[in-house]
Structures are given as C-alpha cells and as structure tokens.
C-alpha cells in the first residue's frame, strides 16, 4: 500500500468514527429517557376514567418524558395493594380504600382528587314515587353492596337524617340490574356517570322515567376516586410525580371538554372494544361523558380538576369511625399533598 | 374386644385428619407471615398475627353461622346431583335410544363452563335458592354420572351367572348388583364430588347470593380485608373436612352392610 492511501484510510476511518459519534449524541439528546410508571385504574375500563384514558390515548404522558402503563382493575385488583407491592407507582382509589389502607399502616398519599362529586346514586323508577330528601325513602326497599361505598354513604345519611334501618328496608345487592328491573329493590345503587347512564337509556326505550337520589346534595360528602402513590416515589421522584399529575389532569380537563367530545368517544371506544364489549355505544359514551362533567370539574372551573377537598376527607374519615370500618382516626391531612395538585393547577 | 378396637382406630384417623388439616392451615399463615416479613409488606397487603387472631375472635361466629347456610346448600346439591346422576345412568342402562339422547345432553351441558353460566342463571331464576340449588348439583354431578354409567355398564360375570341360572334375575336386579359389587368405587365418586358441590355453594353465593361464606368472603373482598378471608377459608377447610369424613364413615358402614349381607346370602 503507498504511504499516501495508507494516510487517506486513516483519515476516512477517523471521519467515519466522529461522524458515527456525532450520530448517536443527536440520537440520545433527542430523546428524553422515558421512566416506566404504571397506573392501575379502581375498576375495569369505563367513562368513569375517562381523562385517566385520554392521557394515554393521546400521548400526553409520553409528552411529559414518562412510559405509563394503564391497566384497568376489578373485582379483584386493588390500586393500593398494587402500589405497597410495587406493582403499580400509581392508583385510583376510592376515599374509603385509602382510609382502611392507612389504618393498617400501607404508605399511600393522594396527590389530586378527581371527583369533586361523589358519583353513587340511587336510581328509581319515577311515577310510583318521587325521592327528593332522605325521609322519601322511609318505607322503600333500597339496594345496597354491602362492603362498599353505597353503603357506607347510605348509612351516613340515614344517620344524618335521623332514620332508622326499621323505616326502610335496605337489601343487599350485587353487580348485577336484575333485581332493580325485576322490581325486587326499589332504589338500586348505581355510579351516576356510567351504570346510571346506561340503566337509564336501557329504561327510557322502554317509556320509563327515572330519578336519581343524590345523597351529596343531602349533605353527605363521602370523597370518591382520587390519584394516589406513595411518600416513597414522592420523595425520591416529586419531579417525576408533578410530570405524571400534569399529563393526567391535561388528559381529564381535554377529555371534558365539549369540543373534544369525539376525541374522548373515541379513545372509550378503544378501551371498550378491547375488553370485548365491541357494541359500545357511541351515543351512550357522549351521554356519561357529559354526566361526568358536572361530577368533575369544580366551581372553580376546568382549570381546578384534581383539587383536594380536604373538609370532605375529614367527614369521610368521620364518616368511616362513625360506621366503626376503622378503630380510630388516621390523620387523613396528613396523607393529603395539597402543595403538589396546587403547583400543578397553578403551573408553577 | 375387637369392635372397640376398631372404634379407637376410627378416632385416631379422624383425630389424625384432622391435625393434619389445621397443622397444613398454620404452616400457610406461617408462610404468608414470613412472605410479609421478608418484602415489609403492612397490614393492608398481609395482615400481622394479631390482626388475624382478633378477626378470629371477632367474626368466627359470622363465619360459622354463614357456613352452616353454605354447606346445608351444598349437601342439597349433592344429593340432588346423585339422584339425578342415578336417573340418567339407570336410563341410560334401560332403553339404549333414551338413554343416548339424556347422555347427550348431560355431556353437551357439561361442556359448558358452569361457572361461566352462573350470572346467566342468576338473571333467570334469580338470587334464590333454587339457583343455587342448580349451580351446586351442576357442578358436582358429572364424576358421579361418568361412575354410575361405567358401574352399571361392566358385567359382574360371577354373580350374574348365578343369578341367571336360578332365574332369579330382573333387570333390577342386576343393577342392584353391579352397583353393590363396585360400590367402593361408587362412593369414591361421590366423596370426591362432594368437594365439588361445596365449590359450587361458594361460587353461587360469591357472585350473587347475599348469605352464606361465599359471600362473606365478597364482602371481604370489597374491603380488601384479608384477615377476614383467611379465617373464612378455615371454617370453610372444617366444614369440607367434616363432611367428608361423614360421608367416609357412611360409605364404608355401607360397604360392611353390604358385604355382610352378601356373606349371609
């Protein structure tokens, strides 16, 4: 070889190496490093989660520099074992479900409150009856899921109302309408925004009317899903965490917003339809979506979603040592991280 | 002399069993305690010991109470399957068309997953009884067919011959003794589906039912109470225990009643 190709190979080779060198700093600067989260839902996929749905649809995690896996839960799933096992980093959780698990010493903080409205309601057939106050309910049979939160608000309020189990008759029931269109229970215990929804469409095409009796507009304020994770992850990630909060709360403040109603259809229609239930309905989907709004988004405007109502964690934590579901208070504020949801609304 | 040494040996298996089923249950609460130990997992993943022996003070009579109702469906399921499994398999033995068609249909119903059919036949019959009735004896009744078609349908070569040679020899009677002649492995089926009639009781009750211990063990559930499912799983092992061990003790009375008859015959 001369002496001068000898030199131009080198040349090349110390080009080539500097270029490929070039090439992968501009490929991983690009990139943010993506942390893995995941996010396990309080029950199977619905329009109950919807905003929780339409971050991960739409890519607003992805936006913020995090992988979030969401998995639904059920029967069986539970947000905050998920997170003491490490099986998720976050959690939708019922405020019932966070008081029990910090009563037996589980490590779970709330960093937003989704539903300033508690969603459970009773439904009814109108016509017979109307019930617009508690003491409506006295001689009827009312439905109830004994262990879950129906019951815990049902109990509250007839205490609150100074009413007795011997002035109605309350029957426990379980996932399934039947005994409600059957006529076995009066008053059956619905999620207003998704079964309340649907059992109602189901007995409008049958020229039924329905009503629904609220017990949070009787004064029984009984905290529904919250955001929870764990003082762990906040501590060694509250940066992570923030992140995570802003791309949830884009996704539900996007998804409740009127003029995104076929965006959010859609992103339910793919959740939907990949847990089997390929006769979702459109129509049906617009109808809960607009239902949710009004148990949403608070008096303050879209802008608050995720908000604390740190008075309503009290009256639920009263609510549950009243009803004897815990032995004692668990300091509920303290497992409120108010600073955060307010950095977050505020943008700060 | 020897009866009673019969009787204590019988009080010493169930003595026996019985150790050995709550000796089992400790060394899992065990396991489960060390499993908590090890990854620091708090109450609410594991319960503590102490929270597990005060939901034992506190909801054992619960739990006793909801598995009597338990177990009073179970036990009527398993009769009902039984009987129903004795109906198919004796038509089944008496007219070859029938019995084609009712042993079509009980294999083509078992086909079936009959947990999988259980909200249907809640939304049928509804949350009663009666539902409850069917689930159990649905369950439990097919090993008990498959024993009876395959007893009644294997010659007892010996026995008949000589009832054939007396002529004394109806078509009852031979299925009194095909069923006498392999009744230990009739009531093999029928203990091993006892289990399963029990499983069926749960099931109904967990999905809809509002009693008995499967639908404590529901409530539990809801309240991610684990404590409470680990005692009701150990009332629930006593009643299985218990009931098995009766229908043991019954089955091999009748196995001696029947070979002593036999003998004298």
Not at chain 1, 61 to 67: C, I, R, S
Not at chain 2, 76 to 86: F, K, M, N, P, T
Request: aromatic share 10%; glycine share 8%; net charge positive.
């Amino acid at each position: 070889m001369k002496p001068g190709a000898k030199q131009s190979l080198l040349v090349a080779l110390v080009v080539i190496l500097a270029m490929v060198l070039v090439g992968t700093f501009f490929v991983f600067s690009k990139k943010k490093p993506q942390q893995e989260r995941t996010l396990r839902l309080k029950w199977l996929a619905n329009v109950g989660f919807v905003g929780d749905l339409y971050a991960d649809t739409y890519g607003f995690f992805t936006e913020e520099g995090l992988n979030v896996k969401v998995i639904p839960g059920g029967p069986e799933h539970d947000a905050i074992r998920d997170l003491q096992t490490g099986e998720a980093h976050f959690g939708i959780a019922s405020s019932d479900q966070v008081v029990k698990a910090l009563a037996k010493g589980a490590d779970v903080v709330v960093i937003a409150q989704i539903y300033q409205k508690n969603p459970v309601q009773w439904i009814y057939r109108r016509g017979q009856f109307e019930v617009n106050a508690p003491e409506d309910l006295k001689g009827k049979i009312v439905g109830i899921t004994i262990g879950d939160n129906d019951e815990n608000i049902m109990r509250a309020l007839l205490k609150r109302s100074q009413l007795t189990e011997a002035d109605l008759k309350l029957q426990p029931v379980q996932y399934s309408y039947v005994p409600f269109t059957t006529g076995e229970v009066q008053l059956f215990p619905v999620y207003r925004n998704t079964q309340g929804v649907e059992l109602m469409k189901q007995l409008q095409s049958q020229n039924e009317q329905v009503g629904f009796f609220d017990p949070d507009r009787n004064g029984v304020r009984f905290v529904a899903n919250s955001v929870v994770t764990t003082s762990k992850l906040l501590k060694d990630d509250r940066e992570g965490v923030k992140r995570f909060l802003k791309a949830l709360l884009r996704g539900w403040r996007e998804s409740l917003n009127p003029t995104n109603q076929e965006l959010a259809t859609n992103a339910m229609l793919r959740y939907t339809q990949s847990t089997g239930n390929a006769g979702a309905d459109t129509s049906l989907i617009r109808e809960q979506i607009a239902v949710s709004r009004d148990l949403v988004i608070p008096s303050e405007g879209e802008k608050a979603i995720g908000k604390i109502d740190v008075n309503g964690w009290l009256m639920t934590e009263d609510i549950m040592v009243d009803q004897k579901l815990v032995e004692r208070k668990v300091g509920i504020q303290n497992a409120l991280d108010t600073k955060l949801i307010e950095e977050v609304i505020t943008n700060k | 002399m020897r009866k009673s040494l019969n009787n204590s040996k019988t009080s010493w298996h169930i003595f026996k069993s019985l150790i050995s089923f709550v000796g089992l249950y400790i060394i899992c609460i065990c396991g489960l305690l060390l499993f908590k130990w090890i990854k620091s997992y708090p109450d609410y993943v594991i319960p503590s010991l102490r929270l597990l022996i005060s939901t034992f003070v506190s909801s054992l009579e619960i739990y006793l109470k909801a598995a009597i109702t338990t177990f009073a469906v179970a036990i009527a399921g398993h009769c009902i399957s039984v009987v129903l499994a004795l109906l198919v398999a004796i038509s089944v033995f008496f007219s070859k068309k029938l019995g084609n068609i009712l042993r079509f249909i009980a294999f083509t119903i078992q086909a079936f997953p009959i947990i999988a059919m259980v909200p249907v036949f809640f939304i049928i019959i509804g949350d009663d009884l009666r539902t409850r009735l069917i689930i159990t004896s649905m369950i439990s009744y097919f090993p008990i067919l498959l024993t009876l078609i395959g007893v009644l349908s294997e010659p007892v070569d010996e026995v008949e011959h000589f009832f054939n040679t007396v002529k004394k020899f109806s078509s009852f009677n031979l299925i009194g003794i095909r069923l006498s002649e392999n009744l230990r492995t009739t009531i093999t089926a029928i203990i091993g589906s006892a289990t399963l009639s029990v499983v069926g009781s749960i099931v109904a009750e967990f999905v809809a039912a509002s009693e008995g211990i499967g639908h404590e063990i529901r409530v539990a559930l809801n309240g991610n109470r684990l404590e409470s499912i680990l005692v009701a799983l150990f009332v629930i092992g006593i009643f299985n225990w218990l009931y098995i061990l009766i229908l043991e003790i019954l089955g091999t009375g009748l196995y001696r009643l029947t070979l002593g008859q036999s003998m004298k015959g």
